[in-house]
C-alpha cells in the first residue's frame, strides 16, 4: 500500500514541495517559493496565498519569499525541500532577464515543478522570452482585474495537471510499480531497467539483495519527493538504518541499473543521475529521489 502521508493534495499549496501524486488529489498544503524584488506585491498577495483554499480544506499554506535573484539561488541550490509551484517576478532590479536566470536555474534543479510569471511586462518581448527561453507554465499580468483571484485559479489548475500528469507515469498496479523504463515487480521484486533485469553489480549472476529494491520501490512511489534517512528508516520500520547504510544501498542500485543498462544497449545511467535523472541526491538532508 502506498502511505497516505506521501500522497499530495492538490487543492492546497504547502508553499514548499510541489509533489504529484500516484492517485487522485486528496489532500494537503502546499508549498510556494517566490521571487519578488518588491515588497508591496508579496504585502499584497501573502495573506491570500496562505489562506487560500485550492479545493481541500487542508489549512494554511506555506509562503518562501526571496527578494534578490542571488538568495533565491542559494536556495534552489541548497535544494532542501521542493516547492510545489514557483512563481517569479520576470524584471527585478532593473534586470529584464532577472527572471530567467532563476528559471533556467530551477530547470536543472527541479525540471517537473511548474513556473508562473507574476509581472507588469505582460504582452511585451519579456513575456515572449519566458515563453521561449524557460520552463514557463503561466504569465500572469499584476495590475489585471481580480488578480489575486485569477493567481490562485491558475495555481490550482497547475497543481492538477501536475498530479494528473505523476499518476499518468508512475502507475502501480497489483503486482508492478512502473515509471518510464523502470519496472519493479511486486510478486517477484525483480526490477527491471529497459526490460533487462537487475542483478547484483558484484556478482551478476546473482539477484540483487532485498533491501536495495525496498529502497527503490519507496522511492518511485514518492517521486517526485525525496525521502530522507529518517523517512527512509520509517518505511523499512528500521530502528537502525542510518545515512551511510542508505548511501550504500544507493550505490548498490545505482551500479545495478548501469550494468542493466549497458546490457540493453542504454545511456548510461550514472551520467543519467548526474544530469538530475534516475535516483537523484537531494539536498544535504541524506535524501535521495527517484526522477523518470
Known sequence: MINMRHIPHS?????????????????????????????????????????????????????????????????INRGQTIPDVVILDANMNGNDDAGLTVSRLLAKKWPHVP???????????????????????????????????????????LLRHNSMQSEHNTRQTADRISSGDLSIDLTTWNVYWHGTRLMNPSNNKRPLTPMPR??????????????????????????????????????????????????????????RCQSGKGIVTFGDDGAYCWIK
Open 11 to 75: 487543492c492546497h499549496i504547502q508553499l514548499l514541495h510541489l509533489i504529484p501524486s500516484l492517485m487522485p488529489i486528496t489532500s494537503t498544503m502546499a508549498t510556494i517559493f517566490w521571487v519578488e524584488d518588491q515588497y508591496h506585491w508579496v504585502n499584497k498577495f501573502r495573506s491570500i496565498l496562505e489562506s487560500a483554499d485550492f479545493g481541500d480544506n487542508a489549512g494554511s499554506n506555506q509562503l518562501l519569499v526571496h527578494k534578490f535573484v542571488e538568495s533565491a539561488s542559494q536556495a
Open 115 to 157: 513556473v508562473i510569471y507574476l509581472s507588469e511586462h505582460s504582452g511585451t518581448g519579456i513575456e515572449e522570452k519566458a515563453f521561449e527561453q524557460s520552463q514557463a507554465q503561466d504569465f500572469i499580468a499584476k495590475h489585471q482585474q481580480n488578480v489575486e483571484q485569477v493567481l490562485c485559479w491558475r495555481i490550482r489548475a
Open 214 to 271: 525496498k529502497i527503490l520501490r519507496f522511492l518511485v512511489e514518492s517521486s517526485p519527493r525525496p525521502l530522507t534517512t529518517l523517512q527512509m528508516s520509517e518505511k523499512l520500520e528500521l530502528d537502525k538504518f542510518s545515512y551511510d547504510n542508505y548511501r550504500q544501498h544507493i550505490k548498490v542500485l545505482r551500479h545495478a541499473f548501469e550494468q542493466a543498462g549497458e546490457k540493453a544497449d542504454a545511456e548510461s545511467f550514472l551520467k
